[in-house]
């Protein structure tokens, strides 16, 4: 079998407080692959530790977060050992990151061609002329209009959709092999939303890149990826093809995501999940969704379950399937 693009194993990132007083386990055990061309969702609800593990992945924590274990193998070479100056070649140059909010990666003193042409001047070495044609014809790939004109204009000169769209000029600049898009369309409304999501299908397909796609919106998802996993409490409780998550789901908690997207049509209440996420930083025993599960057995609250791959490469991190394919 052939390395995949990238393969997270067993990555554990932690927050730590004052002299150590509080830790919290943000990202703990999480483990998948990513192929060449492929799109994989992360999935969950907010403070999952979706974000946190993609910036571990780029090593790209703040000071309180440390990658206390694991590994992050990008074909076969492992980023948590590298040194910070290695990482900043990779950064831009191998794996690039969409933001949510456009205008964190935006600086508004810069004119947009300064900044889409930053990634492809220090990692493909362009100049000049050369440079300035990378510049137009980014901009013309994400659609942006008079590409001449809006690369002498700022940030604030632009609208939100075009602002992202910008960001995901800047995101190819650099000629990366995984671009990780986080949320990158919570902040636009549904037609550009639609648009944006189009645009970076086409991008994918013709340019080959990876993407990791974070979102908490399965809509998205069903458009977007290929393989889905969901997190909970830092984990990764269920891995699936994108239309098995939606047919057969194998995790309670994947389930209750699944029943809280609105039925068109449909007169019944909005399900809800009950309850609220635990607190990272003093997580329950066993596992960490039975508080909230509503299929939850005594086992449930003392033993943390096992991760159960399926023969299809599918996983699911729950007692109640193995129970049943124990005494089914």
Same mark, same amino acid.
């Given at each position: 079998?052939?390395?995949?693009?990238?393969?997270?194993?067993?990555?554990?990132?932690?927050?730590? *407080?004052?002299?150590?007083?509080?830790?919290?386990?943000?990202?703990?055990?999480?483990?998948?692959?990513?192929?060449?061309?492929?799109?994989?969702?992360?999935?969950?609800?907010?403070?999952?530790?979706?974000?946190?593990?993609?910036?571990?992945?780029?090593?790209?924590?703040?000071?309180?977060?440390?990658?206390?274990?694991?590994?992050?193998?990008?074909?076969?070479?492992?980023?948590?050992?590298?040194?910070?100056?290695?990482?900043?070649?990779?950064?831009?140059?191998?794996?690039?990151?969409?933001?949510?909010?456009?205008?964190?990666?935006?600086?508004?003193?810069?004119?947009?061609?300064?900044?889409?042409?930053?990634?492809?001047?220090? +990692?493909?070495?362009?100049?000049?002329?050369?440079?300035?044609?990378?510049?137009?014809?980014?901009?013309?790939?994400?659609?942006?209009?008079?590409?001449?004109?809006?690369?002498?204009?700022?940030?604030?000169?632009?609208?939100?959709?075009?602002?992202?769209?910008?960001?995901?000029?800047?995101?190819?600049?650099?000629?990366?092999?995984?671009?990780?898009?986080?949320?990158?369309?919570?902040?636009?409304?549904?037609?550009?939303?639609?648009?944006?999501?189009?645009?970076?299908?086409?991008?994918?397909?013709?340019?080959?890149?990876?993407?990791?796609?974070?979102?908490?919106?399965?809509?998205?998802?069903?458009?977007?990826?290929?393989?889905?996993?969901?997190?909970?409490? *830092?984990?990764?409780?269920?891995?699936?093809?994108?239309?098995?998550?939606?047919? +057969?789901?194998? +995790?309670?908690?994947?389930?209750?995501?699944?029943?809280?997207?609105?039925?068109? *049509?449909?007169?019944?209440?909005?399900?809800?999940?009950? *309850?609220?996420?635990?607190?990272?930083?003093?997580?329950?025993?066993?596992?960490?969704?039975?508080?909230?599960?509503?299929?939850?057995?005594?086992?449930?609250?003392?033993?943390?379950?096992?991760?159960?791959?399926?023969?299809?490469?599918?996983?699911?991190?729950?007692?109640?399937?193995?129970?049943?394919?124990?005494?089914?």
């Amino acid at each position: 079998m052939s390395t995949p693009l990238l393969q997270v194993s067993d990555l554990r990132t932690y927050f730590f *407080g004052f002299r150590g007083t509080r830790v919290v386990k943000a990202v703990d055990g999480v483990s998948f692959t990513l192929e060449a061309g492929e799109t994989l969702g992360l999935v969950g609800e907010s403070g999952c530790g979706k974000t946190t593990t993609c910036h571990a992945i780029v090593r790209a924590l703040p000071p309180s977060g440390r990658i206390v274990g694991g590994r992050v193998e990008l074909q076969g070479e492992d980023l948590v050992s590298k040194p910070v100056r290695e990482m900043r070649e990779i950064r831009g140059r191998r794996i690039a990151t969409i933001l949510q909010d456009p205008m964190a990666s935006l600086d508004p003193l810069f004119s947009i061609y300064n900044q889409v042409a930053e990634p492809a001047y220090y +990692h493909q070495s362009l100049r000049g002329r050369g440079l300035r044609e990378r510049v137009g014809k980014l901009l013309t790939s994400v659609r942006i209009p008079s590409p001449e004109t809006r690369m002498k204009e700022f940030p604030h000169q632009m609208s939100g959709g075009m602002r992202q769209r910008i960001v995901g000029a800047i995101a190819q600049s650099g000629g990366p092999q995984i671009i990780i898009a986080d949320e990158p369309t919570t902040n636009l409304d549904v037609t550009v939303q639609l648009q944006y999501l189009e645009l970076l299908k086409e991008l994918q397909q013709e340019s080959g890149v990876a993407l990791i796609f974070v979102t908490h919106d399965l809509g998205i998802v069903a458009k977007m990826c290929d393989k889905v996993a969901v997190m909970y409490a *830092g984990k990764i409780v269920e891995q699936q093809s994108v239309r098995g998550l939606f047919y +057969h789901p194998q +995790h309670p908690y994947t389930q209750a995501l699944l029943d809280a997207i609105p039925k068109l *049509g449909s007169k019944d209440d909005l399900y809800a999940i009950a *309850g609220q996420p635990p607190d990272l930083s003093s997580l329950p025993s066993g596992c960490s969704f039975h508080p909230r599960c509503p299929e939850v057995m005594d086992r449930c609250a003392v033993e943390e379950p096992l991760e159960r791959h399926m023969d299809d490469g599918n996983m699911v991190k729950c007692w109640r399937p193995m129970q049943e394919a124990t005494h089914g």
